[in-house]
T-cell receptor, first 116, second 114 residues
Framework: EPEVTQTPSHQVTQMGQEVILRCVPI?????FYWYRQILGQKVEFLVS????????KSEIFDDQFSVERPDGSNFTLKIRSTKLEDSAMYFC??????????????FGPGTRLTVL | AQKVTQAQTEISVVEKEDVTLDCVYE???????LFWYKQPPSGELVFLIR??????QNEISGRYSWNFQKSTSSFNFTITASQVVDSAVYFC???????????FGTGTSLTVIP
């Protein structure tokens, strides 16, 4: 069964460093998402991406964040200068079509980011 | 305002007991979708169910059942004869037809005691 994959499963970085979290969405999916879950809290929407551009973003997704689909398979989230409060689980998700009526939004297993 | 409210932060039950997890949502859309996800200690999000706003029929899947009540904007989840493997955090989520993202509740941590 096709699935969303994410690498690495756990990333440890120093405050101020740049990190890139990688996701491989399901191959025929067109809509891509990043969500964040701070430990013990709810899952929060960061950004959605379609047709090589951001379609929606939350107020959490400020200038330190960027997303990219560098090739036909990867979807990345870059955090330019990490802060302690960026420590969280980051989930990638993908969907074939926009409407949830037509199909699921599949979540990856997450990348746990720890900023020291 | 919270779009999805899960008022129960933590619940503990003894194995084989039934347990109901509450979810109340808020939306102005007439078309929307509700979801339940399970998050075990390993951290991944496991899809359990999707329900659209036009289908109020309750659903049963093995020990799991869901009660969707539009009149009270609730989408509650019941586990019958709970097992230790059910211990996890359960999230209710809403997706509106006019939007693109999921709105998650704060989750309910369920502990099933053997």
């Amino acid at each position: 069964e096709p699935e969303v994959t994410q690498t690495p499963s756990h990333q440890v970085t120093q405050m101020g460093q740049e990190v890139i979290l990688r996701c491989v969405p399901i191959s025929n999916h067109l809509y891509f998402y990043w969500y964040r879950q701070i430990l013990g809290q709810k899952v929060e929407f960061l950004v959605s991406f379609y047709n090589n551009e951001i379609s929606e973003k939350s107020e959490i997704f400020d200038d330190q964040f960027s997303v990219e689909r560098p090739d036909g398979s990867n979807f990345t989230l870059k955090i330019r200068s990490t802060k302690l409060e960026d420590s969280a689980m980051y989930f990638c998700a993908s969907r074939r079509e926009r409407s949830p009526a037509s199909n699921e939004q599949f979540f990856g297993p997450g990348t746990r980011l720890t900023v020291l | 305002a919270q779009k999805v409210t899960q008022a129960q932060t933590e619940i503990s039950v003894v194995e084989k007991e039934d347990v109901t997890l509450d979810c109340v949502y808020e939306t102005r859309d007439t078309t929307y979708y509700l979801f339940w996800y399970k998050q075990p200690p390993s951290g991944e999000l496991v899809f359990l169910i999707r329900r659209n706003s036009f289908d109020e029929q309750n659903e049963i899947s093995g020990r799991y059942s869901w009660n969707f009540q539009k009149s009270t904007s609730s989408f509650n989840f019941t586990i019958t004869a709970s097992q230790v493997v059910d211990s996890a955090v359960y999230f209710c989520a809403l997706s509106e037809d006019t939007g693109n993202q999921f709105y998650f509740g704060t989750g309910t941590s369920l502990t099933v005691i053997p």
